[in-house]
Nanobody, 125 residues
């Protein structure tokens, strides 16, 4: 699976962005899909996941109630809607997919074997 992330940019605090991740090479409708992010000088951290085709979503506490992960199977694309952004959300955002993740590993980086190239999100105060 090849993943192409887009939609990042510069936004003021309180603003919104919608990230997209287009998949090619394989249909990902039955895959688990996730977004991770890596801020300056930080480890890559989990943001949100959509477990396989069951529709179950998971979020990091820091983004819960502000971010929404979704997928459009017809477009083979994953989205991350980000609202009420803060400077702490500044990071490179990566999409990832996995055909083998189980429920207990869906928030783990190690469960994902296909990664997009990352898209920069910068939130100014």
């Amino acid at each position: 699976v090849q993943l192409q992330a887009s939609g990042g940019g510069l936004v003021q605090a309180g603003g919104s962005l919608r990230l997209s991740c287009a998949a090619s090479g394989r249909t990902i409708s039955s895959y688990s899909k996730a977004w991770f992010r890596q801020g300056p000088g930080k480890e890559r951290e989990f943001v949100a996941a959509l477990f396989r085709s069951y529709g179950r979503t998971y979020y990091a506490d820091s983004v819960k109630d502000r971010f929404t992960i979704s997928a459009d199977n017809a477009k083979n694309t994953v989205f991350l809607q980000m609202n009420n952004l803060t400077p702490e959300d500044t990071a490179v955002y990566y999409c990832a997919t996995s055909g083998r993740a189980i429920l207990s590993t869906v928030t783990s980086r190690d469960a994902y074997d296909s990664w997009g190239q990352g898209t920069q999100v910068t939130v100014s105060s």
